[in-house]
């Protein structure tokens, strides 16, 4: 995406760093990540309108404190650092800094010292903050604009040459104005007018495809997700029936997934895809392994393996589309310093050398919300578009352990009731994502006169802004009592039923 107006974040470490090109997006600004040792050449080919520095959990004075490879201080931009970035300036700029008298973690309210525009409409004081290192006396040249009862120099900044520093992160969602300070940063000091939206997305998109497409033809692989739907339906717009859609059914889709997109396609959008069922296929290569590693490449070999089938049958096929996602791109790269991979993602490397086909992802610029936005603009229903995450790996990675067409669908079950009673209560749209995990687990339990011994289901709802962090759902307890009830009487198979309480950190919302 061309962007004459962009913001350039520097990433190092912080696990909120993509939390700030999502605010900053969100306000109509363009902004994009990079590792913090970015090479000056590739930066000013950029041409960024404004920088920020993102915090992390290095000293300034650690032995291998990660330190920009540009000249952060001849850029004549704005700059605006946070945390680690607050203290890496005043490092660079003669200030001091030392570890806190007291560890400052969680909230906080600042105190305003002196007016600034980068401050301009902010009523609310309360910030999030999360630090060991503070600074003890100002850099050269700067003057403090506002203190907490912890930190002397909260917020300081240069106004000469436009550099700004943030002891807290205003990108969570504790700090409760912290996106009009953003959204001052990028319109009172960066003074950008671009406006980055779904449509601008939409029209720009529809024609680098038909450029960088052409007269070849494009397969996409339908998984059932938001992400590949939502692709698959921008791209036909762009090419209409060059485009051809398959989807795989491994046996590890949620009750009727796959019915469903079939008929959303051919009713909705008077778009054929090939449907191809490849459960036993799917199955049989995961047959007693319980690695969540080994059954993500595994399954994602077997997509490949199917994908690789159907693309030697379309000669004139050309290109892959695949609903790849900026968090995959940024958690996929692994540099010394930013944020560490947790798991791989299947969908992000190794598809076009395998298939000899082009890669052609449309969204690799995305997050999830924006995504969804552009999936509205383009007229898929709500119904759709509202659906919770599913992860690309589907059931396989909710089984704990092995898994087994005897497990997937007592899982499949389970998981639809929960669903459908999570809807008939009202509580869906509450909800950033519910589902049931299957555990490795059984359990003796009494059924009229028998005894059983049979799996435990483990119900997981989480509430979330960004799935960066979340929060456990407080389901009212006739809610879950009734889940539990109808789960245990209808499926044979599952005696016990319990509630994840976990949140994020120190969990992740998916149990593997």
Known sequence: MKNSQKIIILDFGSQYTQLIARKIREIGVYAEIFPYNISQEKFNQLNPTGLILSGGPSSV????????????????????????????????????????????????????????????????????????????????????????????????????????????????????????????????????????????????????????????????????????????????????????????????????????????????????????????????????????????????????????????????AKWLAQGTLYPDVIESVSVNGPSATIKTHHNVGGLPEKMNLKLIEPFRELFKDEVRNVGRKLGIPDWFIDRHPFPGPGLGIRILGDVSKEKADLLREADAIYIEEIQNAGLYNDIWQAFAVLLPVKSVGVMGDNRTYEFTLALRAVTSVDGMTAEFFHFPFDVLEKISNRIINEIRGINRVTYDITSKPPGTIEWE
């Open 61 to 316: 004075y650690d032995e291998k404190a990660p330190i920009p490879s540009i000249d952060v201080e001849n850029l004549k931009i704005p700059i605006l650092g946070i945390c680690y970035g607050l203290q890496l300036i005043a490092f660079k700029n003669n200030g001091k800094v030392d570890p806190a008298s007291k560890r400052e973690y969680g909230k906080a309210k600042f105190i305003v010292d002196e007016s600034d525009p980068l401050l301009e409409g902010v009523d609310n004081k309360q910030v999030w903050m999360s630090h060991g290192d503070s600074l003890s006396s100002l850099p050269e040249g700067f003057k403090s604009i506002a203190h907490t009862n912890n930190s002397p120099f909260c917020i300081i900044s240069n106004t000469e040459r436009k550099i700004y520093g943030l002891q807290f992160h205003p990108e969570v969602h504790h700090s409760t104005d912290g996106k009009k300070i953003l959204a001052n940063f990028a319109k009172n000091i960066c003074k950008i007018t671009d406006e980055w939206t779904a449509d601008s997305f939409i029209e720009n998109q529809l024609k680098l495809i038909k450029e960088k497409v052409g007269d070849d033809e494009v397969i996409c692989g339908l998984s059932g997700g938001v992400d590949s739907t939502v692709t698959a339906v921008l791209i036909h717009k762009a090419i209409g029936d060059k485009l051809h859609c398959i989807h795989v059914d491994s046996g590890l889709m949620r009750k009727g997934e796959s019915d469903q997109i079939e008929k959303l396609f051919d009713e909705h959008f008077s778009m054929n895809i090939k449907v191809i069922n490849a459960e036993d296929q799917f199955l049989s290569k995961l047959s007693g392994v319980s690695d969540p590693e080994k059954k993500r490449k595994i399954i994602g070999n077997e997509f490949i393996e199917v994908f690789d089938s159907e693309a030697s049958k379309l000669s004139s």
